[in-house]
Nanobody
Framework: QVQLVESGGGLVQTGGSLRLSCEAS????????IGWFRQAPGKEREFVAT???????YYADSVKGRFTISRDNVKNMVNLQMNDLKPDDTAVYYC???????????????????WGQGTQVTVSS
């Protein structure tokens, strides 16, 4: 069982930046894939970014070039640096992880077993 706790959400103006963090505790493995999804009101949960097996970063096209996912192995945390934020980025952001993913499955939220409680990000226009 892995526990994931997010922090760092908030309100920011268009063009601003926020940094989300996800602290992982419990049993994690070297092959653990951990990343971020988001869900806006009335919409499906969508993939944002992930570190496949803790090493290789993948991004949704909508955030590529603006968001950066990184891992702090000392603190056992994964961070999401979000720059040039847009109103369409407004959503609840969830940290998600799983130890058994293959590359073709990383973009679907149904394949992740471990989830945080979510943190709200609001971008005002």
């Amino acid at each position: 069982q892995v526990q994931l706790v997010e922090s760092g959400g908030g309100l920011v103006q268009t063009g601003g930046s926020l940094r989300l963090s996800c602290e992982a505790s419990g049993r994690t493995y070297n092959q653990y894939t951990i990343g971020w999804f988001r869900q806006a009101p009335g919409k499906e949960r969508e993939f944002v970014a992930t570190l496949f097996r803790g090493r290789t970063a993948y991004y949704a096209d909508s955030v590529k070039g603006r968001f950066t996912i990184s891992r702090d192995n000392v603190k056992n945390m994964v961070n999401l640096q979000m720059n040039d934020l847009k109103p369409d980025d407004t959503a609840v952001y969830y940290c998600a992880g799983d130890s058994g993913l293959i590359l073709s499955s990383i973009r679907s939220h149904v394949n992740y077993d471990d989830w945080g409680q979510g943190t709200q990000v609001t971008v005002s226009s």
